[in-house]
């Protein structure tokens, strides 16, 4: 234990140490001079480390004009979701809907519908294409005594698995509540899709980049309800702002007996669903 | 497309993390199981593993170095992975890799420095030209080969040992982590995940330096040593032990306590994994290796030299199998249950061709030892390995071509 | 101390190494990464207009469609936007002017998608068991030979 803690010991050197930028030309100099050069070192790296770091930690909160411009203010909202299951016809207008409006790669969806069918002799799930053409009749083992259709969608969690796992910081949730996906920073690693719990997220084979759901962002924003809302014929999905009292969905949500799914994974779901039943996981 | 059984989320039929992300782990394993073999004599003072110490510590590095191509094979977008060290997000186990693994690429190449340093100046003195100017650059102008800079040397060597340990442990648990650390998927998220693959890690790192030793020193005609073989089979068997009971464990848990997941993962295991978790994991890769293993350990006296070295090659190349199964059962299988929880999707296989391919798996699994032999060119692994501080008893000929002749 | 040189003149190196990372490092953080967060802020704005909205919503095809739009509202599909049978307005208006033909899916498959008797559809919904209901071929607009889809009568 004689040698390692060396150059340490070695940092207390008196020397005063502005003459730090000298050092790279002076090599094969006494062995004094170098203890200094590797404490000026020490004392400089340290402070460049402290500096990358914090221009990145401090999070400007003093005052940094909000995304959006005046149109939109971000702090003025909290956007949240409610799904009435007991509604849902299965036409598969959402699905086709968001392919339309977002782009959606074939073979993948942002939105989608389950179908539960289910009886005392066991149960039955589909799902064909997402629900986009909507679902064919299908014979079933048992006697099925229920059967209802479930949309599900990205939940815009509060407690993100997804956005906890993103290594480079490209999945986050924004002030208004919601989680997108910053294309330009995707690596496409995946392991926000495998986060995820809900299945919302997928990779585009186009962009190799994670995508979702982002409740519409670019028409919430103006004003404008999701695509899925917007063409919902039977008023199974709403939209709206928490930060709104006399909100309607923010009325079910205070008011009805709403559920979420996998409460137990404490991922603190924004979609809220009502009359859901236990086989839906 | 693939096929379903059951119900499986619409997003959910995609096997993502491809065959690359099972050689990630797989390679990061033998960094920090020839790490462990490597500093069972830098740090525990092991005299029985001198002659693969060296061996090892190089093992490690060209592991190392080739660990992180894997993950660029596999990412969408490799042109943007600088980001994970510029922009880490802390909350994320990913972004850490970036840390840990940078801190412990440091940590082995000031080790291989200190080790090496020696053979370093005495190449330097011997060759002429550009040779003489690249030696003299990697031991930094300094040529002090005195007995007092050569305990220097032994003492950092030993101290970053000590710290690389950690560090090797910390790498391939974290490794683990990221697979446990999903709440969402019932395959994967178990706090017992970063232990299995530390332990297999060992396992894969011991196991490869049971082969790589027999067959350097069989290259190099250099006399394979009894009791290292020996004293390898001994840790080898005692880290599968480990390895499988907990493996067995975890899978016992879920079953026993009836847990929400059982159903599907059963399934699992029976229909998807059948073959590569019951027939390779469980029974090719540890039943038979354990038997043999345990034959080495328990009768060596009564085994030649010839049928216990043949022996560990066969139970390490079984337990080489072994790991790799238990990463494909972990990284595939998690991707081949549906998060629903009601369905399977049809077993995945690697496409032949392609950047996530196989041929391009088997060429990251020969890159590392051609490395080692790039290696072995430039820094001579079995030049110099008389015994020091310790004092061991045979300080073996020296007969590597290259090898260091102690030069004034 | 005159032996332990090399080990200064590694640490050197070392030190040399970790300060050009992180003097690189702060060249190369995105401009507004880590406004708000860990993650590029200009993305939110980015979001906002990533494309233009597609749907605009039923009122916007009354100013031109007057007559359709009002047998529409008063009837049994006021609740169905005109964009889930047609579709998004952006096919057929851009930036206020006509920029293309409005399609339209006429065939009996549309209306099968809500009306045909499937399990999972509340009981209350009108719906048919397609081979019953429709005597005649079953194929193209066979539907539309009764059913007026913008003012139904069951």
């Known amino acids: ?281 | 497309m693939p096929e379903i059984t059951g119900y499986a989320f619409p997003n959910d039929i995609h096997v993502h993390w491809s065959l690359m992300i099972v050689m990630y782990p797989y390679i990061t394993g033998f960094v920090a199981g020839a790490f462990i073999v490597s500093a069972l004599f830098h740090v525990f003072g092991r005299e029985e593993f001198r002659p693969v110490a060296r061996l090892a510590m190089a093992t490690s590095l060209c592991f190392m170095a080739v660990a992180t191509l894997p993950l660029n094979l596999h990412l969408g977008h490799p042109e943007r992975s600088w980001l994970v060290m510029v922009t880490p997000n802390l909350s994320s186990a990913m972004a850490g890799f970036g840390m840990l693994y940078s801190t412990y690429l440091l940590i082995l190449v000031l080790e291989v420095w200190f080790v090496w340093r020696q053979q370093i100046i005495e190449s330097a003195r011997r060759s002429r030209g550009w040779k003489r100017t690249f030696y003299a650059m990697l031991a930094l102008g300094t040529y002090d080969t005195s007995p007092e800079a050569i305990a220097i040397d032994h003492r950092a060597a030993t101290i970053l040992a000590a710290i690389g340990l950690p560090g090797a442990c910390m790498l391939h648990g974290y490794v683990g982590f990221i697979f446990g650390a999903i709440k969402a998927n019932p395959w994967w998220s178990s706090p017992l995940m970063p232990v299995i693959f530390l332990l297999s890690a060992a396992v894969s790192g011991i196991a490869l330096l049971t082969i790589l030793y027999q067959v350097v020193a069989k290259l190099n005609r250099r006399v394979i040593e009894g009791r290292t073989v020996a004293a390898l089979a001994r840790w080898l068997w005692f880290f599968l032990i480990l390895t499988v009971t907990l493996e067995l464990l975890e899978i016992i848990m879920l079953a026993y306590e009836k847990s929400e997941s059982w159903h599907i993962i059963s399934q699992l295991l029976t229909t998807r994994l059948e073959f590569s978790f019951i027939t390779i994991q469980m029974v090719v890769g540890s039943l038979i290796p354990f038997i043999l293993l345990g034959v080495v350990v328990l009768m060596d006296r009564y085994l030649h030299d010839r049928v216990r070295n043949t022996l560990c090659i066969a139970s390490s190349i079984l337990l080489l199998l072994q790991v790799f199964s238990m990463r494909w059962n972990i990284v595939i299988g998690g991707q081949l249950l549906s998060k629903s929880f009601r369905g399977l999707r049809s077993p995945y296989s690697p496409e032949i061709f392609g950047r996530e391919g196989i041929l391009v798996a088997i060429a990251l699994l020969i890159m590392p030892f051609v490395l080692l032999w790039l290696f072995n060119r430039v820094l001579p692994i079995f030049g110099d390995d008389k015994p020091h501080a310790a004092g061991g008893h045979e300080p073996p000929p020296v007969t590597a071509p290259v090898a260091g002749v102690h030069a004034g | 101390m005159e032996h332990a040189r090399h080990v200064f003149r590694i640490a050197l190196v070392l030190l040399v190494v970790i300060t050009a990372i992180f003097l690189g490092r702060g060249f190369l953080v995105p401009r507004s990464y880590g406004t708000f967060g860990p993650y590029r802020a200009d993305n939110v704005a980015e979001q906002m207009k990533i494309r233009p909205p597609a749907h605009a919503g039923a009122a916007s095809c009354a100013p031109c469609h007057k007559a359709k739009s009002e047998a529409h509202d008063a009837g049994g599909h006021k609740a169905v936007s005109c964009e889930v049978c047609h579709a998004p307005l952006l096919r057929h208006v851009t930036n206020g002017t006509v920029s293309g033909k409005m399609p339209v899916d006429r065939s009996f498959t549309l209306c099968a998608r809500c009306h045909r008797r499937i399990q999972g559809r509340p009981d209350k919904f009108p719906q048919v068991i397609l081979e019953q209901h429709v005597t005649s071929k079953l194929e193209g607009a066979v539907c539309l030979d009764c059913h007026d889809p913008h003012s139904p009568k069951p």
């Open chain 1, 1 to 281: 234990m004689d040698h390692a803690p060396r150059p340490l010991a070695s940092t207390r050197s008196p020397s005063p140490p502005p003459e730090a930028p000298a050092a790279g030309a002076a090599t094969p100099a006494d062995p004094g001079r170098r203890d200094f050069l590797g404490a000026a070192f020490t004392i400089a790296g340290g402070a460049v480390v402290l500096l990358a770091g914090l221009d990145a930690a401090a999070s400007g909160e003093t005052h940094v004009p909000p995304p959006g411009g005046d149109a939109y203010n971000w702090e003025e909202h909290r956007w949240a979701y409610v799904i009435d299951t007991s509604k849902c016809i299965g036409c598969g207008s959402c699905v086709r809907g968001c392919k339309a409006e977002n782009d959606v790669p074939d073979g993948f969806v942002r939105t989608w519908v389950e179908r539960y069918i289910v009886g005392p002799g066991g149960s039955y799930v589909d799902s064909p294409k997402g629900g986009l053409d909507g679902f064919p009749p299908v014979p079933t083992a048992f006697t099925p005594t229920k059967s209802f259709f479930v949309p599900k969608m990205c939940n815009h969690c509060k407690e993100t698995p997804c956005v906890q796992v993103c290594p480079v910081g490209a999945s986050y949730r924004t002030k208004d509540g919601v989680v997108l996906v910053d294309g330009k920073s995707c690596i496409g690693c995946g392991y926000c899709v495998q986060a995820c719990p809900y299945g919302s997220r997928f990779l585009n084979p186009a962009t190799h980049t994670a995508e979702k759901c982002t409740w519409c962002y670019h028409r919430i924003t103006k004003g404008l309800k999701p695509a899925c809302v917007e063409v919902c014929p039977t008023g199974t999905r709403a939209f709206g702002d928490m930060m709104r009292e006399d909100d309607p969905v923010r009325q079910t949500i205070d008011h009805e007996r709403v559920s979420i799914l996998q409460a137990h994974l404490l991922t603190e779901p924004q979609c809220f669903y009502l009359h859901l039943d236990m086989e839906v996981r």
